[in-house]
Nanobody
């Protein structure tokens, strides 16, 4: 089993910044890929960012490109999400996910991830 521990959510004003972190523990693998998704009330879970271990690259969802930056500390098994220039549409519960058999084309698909964190709330005030 793999456990994911998220931190860093909270309340932020529009235009402000927050940084989320997610640390994996347990039966992790060198081929693990990690991602962030978010889900607002009444909406489907949305892809935000992913780190694909096989090529060492990060990928961002279209709605956050140019504002969010994803990074990974492999030694600490931690993925970070630096969120800048928030707008109210960023309000959601942010979930960390880990997949052990992903391919690039599946990074944005929640069903492809085996493990999930408990979620952390991000609220953007106008």
């Amino acid at each position: 089993q793999v456990q994911l521990t998220e931190s860093g959510g909270g309340l932020v004003q529009a235009g402000g910044s927050l940084r989320l972190s997610c640390t994996a523990s347990g039966r992790t693998s060198t081929t693990d890929s990690m991602a962030w998704f978010r889900q607002a009330p009444g909406k489907e879970r949305e892809f935000v960012a992913a780190f694909f271990r096989n090529n060492g690259r990060t990928y961002l969802g279209d709605s956050v490109k140019g504002r969010f930056i994803a990074s990974r500390d492999n030694a600490k098994k931690t993925m970070f999400l630096s969120m800048n220039n928030h707008n109210v549409e960023d309000t959601a519960v942010y979930y960390c996910a880990l997949g052990q058999r992903l391919i690039v084309s599946s990074l944005g698909m929640p069903a492809q991830y085996e493990y999930w964190g408990q979620g952390t709330q991000v609220t953007v005030s106008s």
